[in-house]
């Protein structure tokens, strides 16, 4: 197994990163495997999916409608409705595996690997990526 800490800056503002790119570098010449990319983080998670039509606007949008950012949360530390940021997980888990086949991703077509982040208290985070050897 190989594995390898990045760190990305998300700004602080909730936001959705395209991490196709970094882990298409990361797998390329290492023949068939599986690619498991985690964020070791409690409000963050990560979602294949299609991006750049707006889709990751509208996964932002969603997430603000069914957990709202407001005072209803019993988790209170942070900015306000921070405490649905520590709910996120549930809906967007925190990994993600992705078959290799000749070192090279099998996404689908409009596939891409993001991390999504809701939460403004931190402006960067971190993700790891793994390549398990078939």
Do not use: K, Y
């Amino acid at each position: 197994m190989r594995s390898e800490l990045r760190t990305v800056r998300t700004g602080g503002v909730p936001t959705v990163v395209d991490l196709t790119g970094e882990c298409e570098e990361f797998v390329r010449g290492e023949g068939d495997g599986l690619l498991q990319v985690f964020v070791p983080h409690a409000t963050a998670g990560l979602a294949i999916i299609e991006t750049g039509s707006g889709s990751d606007d509208d996964l932002l949008a969603q997430l603000d409608e069914l957990l709202p950012r407001d005072d209803r949360w019993r988790h209170r530390h942070g900015s306000a409705g921070h405490g649905r940021d520590h709910v996120l997980p549930a809906f967007v888990p925190p990994h993600a595996t992705v078959p290799v086949l000749d070192g090279r991703l099998q996404l689908g077509t409009w596939q891409r690997i993001c991390l999504v982040d809701p939460n403004r208290d931190n402006p960067q985070r971190q993700v790891r990526l793994s390549f398990l050897r078939g």
